[in-house]
């Protein structure tokens, strides 16, 4: 089985910085598109950046210019930087990862989860 491990959440003020991972463990042979999703209370969860096996990014336009997405191959390691968090940033933060496994079979699956809070 593959698995997802997030890690980097906490709580920060307003204005500031949080850089979160998530790294992919298992039989992996090739990860595609690593994807960083949200969840608020009461809110259905929502993709907040992709990056694909190229290094191809794309973000919903709440974050633009905010947050970055990039990735390290080599550790199978997705990570997203976020500036100028806001309060309605506050959620918690999903990796979700598709790929191929070593025995030639399709994965995808997610993270548990890990809480960002940004408020004063």
């Known amino acids: 089985q593959v698995h997802l491990v997030e890690n980097g959440g906490g709580l920060v003020r307003p204005g500031g910085s949080l850089r979160l991972s998530c790294a992919a463990s298992?039989?992996?042979?090739?990860?595609?598109?690593m994807v960083w999703h949200r969840q608020a209370p009461g809110n259905r969860r929502e993709e907040v950046a992709l990056i694909g096996t190229g290094g191809t990014t794309t973000y919903d336009d709440s974050v633009k210019g905010r947050f970055t997405i990039f990735r390290d191959n080599a550790k199978n390691t997705v990570y997203l930087q976020m500036n100028d968090l806001r309060p309605d940033d506050t959620a918690v933060y999903y990796c979700?990862?598709?790929?191929?496994?070593?025995?030639?079979?399709?994965?995808?699956?997610w993270g548990r989860g890990t809480q960002v809070t940004v408020s004063a």
């Open positions: 298992g039989p992996i042979f090739r990860i595609n598109a």
């Open positions: 979700n990862a598709h790929g191929l496994r070593s025995d030639g079979e399709i994965f995808e699956c």
